[in-house]
């Protein structure tokens, strides 16, 4: 069982940057694909991105690519996601996920808390 904490969620303005990280507990973390989603008020769920366990592989959303940038450190269970070039619409609760990355989209097993994101105009 894998636990996923985020962190460096905040208050940004827009084109600037962030970087999130998710600890993630367990010595299991290596054999997950990792990724992120996030939620905004009043909308559902969607996906950002995901990276496979070695971190030969990534999948982005269109709405994010050439603007963020997902990565991993297997030796110390943490996966990032670097969001650059920041707009308002970006702004949501981010969440961090474990599950298994299949033709683009991460099946997710296990979610984190989630972190918020708020991007001022």
């Known amino acids: 069982q894998a636990q996923l904490v985020e962190s460096g969620g905040g208050l940004v303005q827009a084109g600037g940057s962030l970087r999130l990280s998710c600890a993630a507990s367990?010595?299991?973390?290596?054999?997950?694909?990792m990724g992120w989603s996030r939620q905004a008020p009043g909308k559902e769920r969607e996906f950002v991105a995901a990276?496979?366990?070695?971190?030969?592989?990534?999948s982005y959303a269109d709405s994010v690519k050439g603007r963020f940038t997902i990565s991993r450190d297997n030796t110390k269970n943490t996966v990032y996601l670097q969001m650059n070039s920041l707009k308002p619409e970006d702004t949501a609760s981010y969440y961090c996920?474990?599950?298994?990355?299949?033709?683009?989209?991460?099946?997710?097993?296990?979610w984190g808390q989630g972190t918020q994101v708020t991007v001022s105009s």
């Open positions: 996920a474990a599950g298994s990355l299949r033709s683009g989209r991460l099946y997710v097993e296990y």
């Open positions: 367990g010595r299991t973390f290596s054999t997950y694909d």
């Open positions: 990276i496979s366990w070695s971190g030969g592989s990534t």
